[in-house]
């Protein structure tokens, strides 16, 4: 109790004349608590500015540029315990493909943990099915009478697999992605969560002030499942900071700067740790509304000692702020689209629960969208007006443009994943694209996945995609993305502004990621410290060969 208790402040009187003080018993140990004189209770320390629902989102302090801010996260041993049991019972014992990070398989720039789906997960006829053959063979298995094809896949036990297409990278949502083979859905697919994990309370310090019984949890997919069986500590985490205000009414309404919600990407898979921020900056600057995101190092004390867990993104989540400060009104329906219908092809409802507005059970502006985009399209000038007045299809075309252009194949045209879509009042309710999880940007090739980043032409997509098809189709639509490729590579991905960019970040982070003061072994993606600088010069090369390829393709499209 000692040691959980060390971060606990003298009792102040918040600049009041008289106050009484108590204590409750928080994750971080005990909250001392002021009685103001209209009778309510805040913790010591509490500020309207800090910690008030009514304050302005502080994104100069929260997400602050050029720095690296730390951040103390304390959670009581028996709350870090249950958050491990949970995962446990969802993926398994931590660590139960591997210790340690994932050794670089073939292209530095794109490493993906080797054997990523548990042997004792695949039927016997997928083993069966490689008999005799070699890794990267194309195979076909049978299985619950159903044939699959895939290729032959060495897992973690040395055999070889007849892994489906997109089984080493699924997507969230009941089955695989359209297209795509898969597992039948009891197979156990690895990173395939059945739920969110579970909240606990915690402690959270931040330049000298703490935000107390705040909710956390792990979060993410392929991002949190990968590292949790390969048994390396970097875990993402998602914050609620008023998650627990009914067991703890002292904090009712508690904000950080404005914020409710929160998360720390744990920059997985991307041996640079620069991916997730830079992407989302080139978006927003290139007209997309995309999260803002800042770097933080990350000390954890779940009853061990504080321990350094690495270097992370804080990402902005799209709540009030960001629909507040990027469209103007924050009371639209917000959408994380994810399974099958998230493609476009047809409306399920199921595939877009809302994370706002929930009580009211209407999907209207979503079900419009979809109907609008596979209506009659014998007459373009009709099609295209009754589609935008639900989406903003001119916005949706400055994220495609920057999209192909970066290169992000974990998205929209592979992945029915990564968006959300708000519903935007101060737009006639108009649909907006948000893009999310940005760690697998700036790739060349998706290793490990059956499928690569879109070309510029876009002439691969099929009518699986129909918000991609449909809209390249259109002769209107097309010119107008031609254009955005243009603006972007002109300006927000222009080349040598981006290589400094990333110069520039790298050069920021590299002291909390290499050295003395760096990443440590079980907490850190690095199999080799030399990969944080590989890394960048693989960023410096990406960067310039999509330049080029911009201007091959702008000239093969003039018109």
Not at 129 to 141: I, K, L, R, S
Not at 181 to 200: F, Q
Not at 281 to 307: K, L, N, Q, S
């Amino acid at each position: 109790m000692k040691q959980l208790c060390s971060t606990i402040k003298s009792v102040a009187f918040l600049g009041m004349a008289a106050a009484t003080a108590a204590m409750s018993v928080s994750c971080g140990g005990l909250t001392q608590w002021a009685e103001l004189p209209s009778g309510g209770k805040r913790p010591v320390g509490w500020t309207d500015e800090t910690h008030g629902k009514s304050a302005p989102p502080d994104y100069d302090e929260v997400f602050a540029q050029g720095k690296v801010n730390r951040l103390d996260i304390t959670i009581a041993p028996a709350d870090w315990q249950a958050m491990q049991d949970d995962m446990t019972d969802m993926l398994g014992e931590f660590g139960a493909v591997g210790d340690g990070p994932p050794r670089p398989p073939g292209n530095p720039g794109d490493r993906r943990p080797a054997g990523q789906i548990p042997p004792e997960t695949v039927p016997p006829e997928a083993f069966e099915a490689c008999e005799g053959m070699q890794e990267g063979d194309a195979c076909t298995v049978s299985v619950g009478g159903d044939v699959i094809s895939g290729i032959c896949t060495m897992l973690s036990d040395g055999r070889l697999a007849c892994i489906p297409e997109g089984a080493a990278g699924p997507p969230p949502g009941d089955g695989p992605p359209p297209g795509g083979g898969g597992w039948p859905s009891d197979a156990g697919l690895i990173g395939l969560l059945p739920r969110n994990p579970i909240y606990v309370p915690c402690t959270v310090e931040f330049e000298g002030k703490t935000w107390w019984h705040v909710g956390i949890r792990f979060k993410g997919n392929s991002t949190l499942s990968h590292p949790w069986q390969l048994g390396i500590t970097k875990l993402p985490f998602r914050f609620d900071f008023d998650e627990f205000e009914d067991e703890y009414p002292e904090i009712d309404n508690q904000r950080f700067f404005g914020f409710k919600r929160l998360v720390l990407a744990n920059n997985f898979n991307d041996s640079s740790m620069l991916r997730e921020k830079v992407a989302h900056d080139i978006f927003r600057e290139a007209g997309v509304p995309a999260p803002r995101t800042a770097f933080y190092r990350v000390y954890v004390d779940f009853g061990e000692g504080v321990t350094y867990f690495g270097l992370y993104t804080m990402t902005e989540v799209p709540d009030g702020p960001m629909f507040d400060t990027q469209f103007g009104e924050d009371g639209g329906n917000l959408y994380k689209p994810e399974g099958g219908g998230a493609t476009w092809v047809s409306f399920d409802e199921e595939s877009f629960p809302k994370k706002t507005n929930k009580s009211e059970e209407d999907w209207s502006d979503v079900e419009g969208a979809v109907t609008a985009l596979h209506a009659d399209r014998s007459d373009p000038a009709a099609w295209r007006a009754g589609l935008e007045t639900t989406l903003n299809v001119d916005e949706f075309l400055r994220w495609l443009a920057v999209n192909t252009l970066v290169q992000n194949w974990d998205s929209y045209g592979n992945m029915p994943q990564n968006y959300y879509l708000y519903s935007n009042p101060a737009d006639a309710w108009r649909l907006y694209w948000i893009p999310w999880d940005c760690n697998e940007a700036f790739k060349s090739t998706a290793l490990g996945q059956p499928f690569a980043p879109l070309s510029l032409k876009l002439d691969e997509v099929d009518e699986n995609w129909p918000l991609i098809r449909y809209l390249m189709d259109d002769p209107v639509y097309w010119a107008t993305y031609v254009s955005h490729v243009q603006d972007v590579i002109e300006g927000a991905f222009a080349g040598e502004p981006t290589q400094e960019r990333f110069r520039a970040a790298h050069d920021l982070i590299a002291p909390y990621v290499v050295g003395a003061d760096g990443e440590q072994p079980g907490y850190t993606f690095l199999f080799d410290s030399r990969e944080f600088d590989t890394e960048l010069d693989n960023l410096l090369n990406h960067v310039a060969q999509r330049s080029e390829a911009a201007i091959s393709f702008l000239e093969a499209n003039r018109d």
